[in-house]
């Protein structure tokens, strides 16, 4: 019997050559690194729209995803717990200002910053893609 892959989104969100990052509240173990903000796509939701409300209840923003980039990435595996992939998409800002509802702090990037914070290791793969989007 196969388990069924978890599948997490993440969002880019770019604004002014500048991506914004999340960092981690919880769990304990994670608290204090650096995410892109989204998360689990639930049963018979599709990605773009878990990304949306994803960014809704943890920013207060409403975003358009623009395009996916970099592949699936597999998130390390945790006890029994299902196998689980990261989805990225570029995501523009359309209302509202982002807030950290469920983060503790935020932060915009701009290009020559994205490697000053320390990203969870499923996001990792996924800068060297998305820095050319900042560039314009």
């Given at each position: ?72 990435v597999a998130f ?7 196998p689980s992939i ?51």
């Open positions: 019997m196969t388990q069924e892959i978890q599948v997490v989104v993440g969002a880019a969100i770019v604004r002014d050559g500048a991506l914004l990052a999340a960092q981690r509240a919880d769990p304990p173990q994670l608290r204090g690194r650096w995410e892109l903000p989204g998360g689990k796509v639930d049963p018979g939701e599709a990605d773009i729209d878990a990304l949306i409300r994803e960014c809704r209840e943890e920013l207060g923003v409403l975003v358009k995803p623009r395009q996916r980039v970099g592949g699936d390390p595996r945790r006890g029994q717990g299902r990261l989805r990225v998409w570029i995501a523009d800002l359309l209302e509202g200002e982002p807030a950290p509802l469920e983060h503790l702090s935020l932060r915009w990037l701009r290009p020559e910053e994205l490697t000053e914070v320390d990203w969870l290791p499923a996001d990792v793969p996924f800068i060297d893609d998305i820095r050319p989007h900042l560039l314009g």
